[in-house]
């Protein structure tokens, strides 16, 4: 059995000024008492004092209460802060355009003349005049034609599907060859990557038509009966029980935009983060300059580069990553920011906003078909109206497709509005995305002691769970200068305890002995250092379903020791951290070392390794022979038929079925002596 991992505790705890007060909660009871005297001071010749005593004192005890108060991982101020800004905000979204398009002119009047004879039912007939929700925005703006999604403000992001392996069946000696493979790999890392597992639902519609159709055209009866016995039983599985899938994802991300000095181990400034509040404005080289287009392909080409280093440093573990070109990269985002569809994603597929018409003939082009939406709509039912006349001209359409061709978008494009929820309802800890309720939890507290592997149970859990690792790599520089200013606050306040004879404080002895083994290791060169955010994402189909599947999973999480929080008043940005963008919303992480980060290996996976297609050394062949491909991410492959080969009758009567195996689709073993397995 390997040796226990020690996961460090959280070293970047804030320092405490006063007693056990930070010197956050120090400002918030400061400005509160200067409010309150400052009051006093302006009203004391209007009111009495018993008047403005009855007033400060509830005051002053919800300044308190927030100052020192803390829930779900959070304190008070930022949760209030968070609760200010969802109440402000919509609560129900849509997928629609900017503007609504306009009703056609013989829908209005008809629509008229019922609002005329029929005046209760006008707040109801009129399209134009109520529009259900806000729109809904996400980051992603499009997929380019080189696979890489352009997340506006966000910058760049290139995503990558990688294989999975067995962890749990391995061998120690060779759980810590895939540990130290994990290792090297981020070791690499020099700007923030995601690891996110996806739990997917599993449609064999597609496998069990193929069977059921080709079964007709296979030689011997007996084939026949098994293909058409094993698509009776995937259709029995598939209503009897959620079939799901998984899979592995690496999003790579390049921000555009120049990042601040951080103030502790990977954080931003105040300044930067009083400068995110603002309104953004147009940065030179990055929006409509000329070197705008130079960041653009420098980032491309990091991201390429950093692609390469996954592949090569992930293929002596097994893992095999392969980069996703536009279709693929479309599809993977439009799924995940669209979870209650079974349908794949499909250029061809309508918008919620977009008008359904008839499919273009040869003759029509793609500018004529929607010239004719917008005509139709404006003309309606004129019998006066010339089509010959008022048509535009063939080199207006070529006009306007190298004028839209200027701004950017090609014809491998994918428009944002493949990305966007055709519903979002905002609750306080959850989420209605179309029909799917989804609650989103970050994990705050972590055990002392892993075993490697330690992450497998959240990674198998049997239900739509999506798992979010964050990382975020620390420059070693950075990162010893950081260590040395929080030990010098962490010693600070251990003596100031000895020195006035208080109890020790168990979280800070704790955390000043990690802080000085990390800074030990990153001045010898042991490992570097990470700010790592592990986020859930847990979908069902009801909310008492849900309600269910966050009990189960809170549980979960406690028997591994780990505390899941509930983004509560963040429950949209809990979702889209977990969405293949590569973005971190919530910035709820910990410091982590490698030892820590490579233990928990996000790529396993409990599925066997897809056995050879042909074993040497059988000197029986088998009589029936059914050979599905399992690929690793669960999916049931299509089936592959041959031909029976009978052997001597002595020998088939010495076939046995090993028990356990489905149907007509098992395997017969051969019992001879001389058979090599």
Known sequence: MSAPVRIPADVDMPDRVIGSLTTRQITILAITGLVLY???TLTRTLMQLPVLLALAIPLGAGATVVALGQRDGVSLDRMLLAAIRQRMAPRHYAAAPKSPHP???WLSAQASG??????????????????PGSVMRLPAKTVTETGVIDLGR??????????????????????????????HYLHSLAAPVQILIRTLRLDLSAQITDLRRQADGLAHPALQSAAIEHAEFLTQLSEHSELLRRQVLLVFREDLRPQG?????????????????????????????????GIRRAAEARLVRRLGDAVELLAPAG??????????????????????????????LARAHEVITTAATTNDRPSQVGWRHHHTAQTGNDPNYDDEKNSPSPDKFDRSTRRRDRRGTTAADTPSSAFIPDTVSVGTRHLEVGSDWIASFAVVGF??????????????????????????????????????????????GRRHNADYGRLEDPQIEVATEDAYDLASRVA???????????????????????????????????SLLLDAKPTTYRSLQGWVTTLPMGLDLLGMRRTFDTAALAAAFPFTTPDLPPGRSHQRGRPLRRAIRLQHRLPRTGALGPLRLRQPQLGHPRTLRRRKVLPGQVGSAAQPVSRHRNSRH
């Open 38 to 40: 400052a009051g006093w």
């Open 103 to 105: 009703a056609p002119a």
């Open 114 to 131: 019922a609002r005329a004879e029929y005046p209760r039912n006008r707040a109801t007939t009129g399209y134009q005049e109520q529009v």
């Open 154 to 183: 966000d910058g760049l992001a290139l995503v990558a599907v990688a294989s999975t392996v067995n962890f749990g069946l391995r061998t120690s000696t060779e759980q810590e060859a895939l540990i130290a493979s994990f290792g």
């Open 261 to 293: 000095s951080p103030t502790d181990l990977g954080g931003s400034s105040t300044s930067v983060m009083l400068g995110s509040l603002l309104p953004a404005r147009p940065r030179g080289g990055v929006d409509g300059d000329q070197g705008g287009e």
């Open 319 to 348: 893992i095999v990553v392969t980069a996703l070109d536009t279709r693929q990269a479309s599809a993977v985002l439009a799924a995940a920011c669209n979870p209650d569809t079974l349908l794949p994603f499909s250029c061809g």
């Open 447 to 492: 055990p002392r002691e892993v075993h490697p592997g330690w992450l497998q149970p959240l990674l198998t859990y049997p239900a739509r769970l999506d798992v979010a690792v964050q990382v975020e790599p620390i420059d070693p520089v950075t990162a010893a200068s950081r260590l040395k200013k929080q030990l010098a606050k962490l010693e600070s």
């Open 524 to 558: 010898r060169g042991e490992g570097k250092l990470f700010r790592v955010g592990l986020y859930l994402s847990v979908h069902a189909d009801s909310q008492q379903a849900l309600a269910n599947e966050v009990a189960a999973l809170r549980s979960m999480c406690a």
